[in-house]
């Protein structure tokens, strides 16, 4: 018999209170579903307002790739600031590999992450990210995080 796991939900100030990011690199809005050392499914909402649309590019505004691939890092932060063993540590990339982008990021899409955790070993952790709008995959990775 399996034991069933609370899911959790984070509102952008409890984010806040895990991870330092601030405007404008603050690039997760909600965190829908967390279930502790396991997954989160979070969102980012974009806005003409967001300061790198305005260079990249202007007249076709595109949500820059590294941007993408930092908003699925924000979005596995509280995957393992749930796990007692971590909560108040420092989430940094370690690597980043098999990175795909597929499709855009533009002014007024969702931009819906989803994040796995597939392996933790000591203060490494290794995940699979995935983000979309309106279903279609925009960005997928597998990142490497280090927990200070």
Do not use: W
Not at 95 to 119: A, H, S, T, Y
């Amino acid at each position: 018999m399996t034991e069933e796991q609370e899911v959790l939900n984070f509102d952008i100030m409890q984010i806040m209170q895990m991870i330092p990011h601030r405007y404008p690199f603050l690039l997760v809005d909600r965190i829908t579903e967390c279930v502790p050392g396991k997954y989160a499914k979070g969102y980012k909402n974009m806005t003409m307002n967001e300061e790198f649309f305005q260079g990249h590019f202007p007249n076709n505004p595109i949500m820059p790739g590294v941007l993408q691939l930092e908003a699925l890092a924000q979005c596995s932060a509280p995957v393992l600031m749930t796990m007692p063993e971590f909560k108040g540590k420092l989430t940094l990339y370690a690597g980043i590999d098999n990175v795909r982008f597929k499709n855009i990021v533009r002014p007024g899409d969702r931009f819906e992450m989803e994040i796995e955790l597939q392996k933790v070993k000591g203060p490494i952790c290794k995940a699979h990210g995935t983000g979309r709008v309106d279903g279609k995959v925009c960005v997928e990775a597998d990142m490497t995080f280090a927990l200070k």
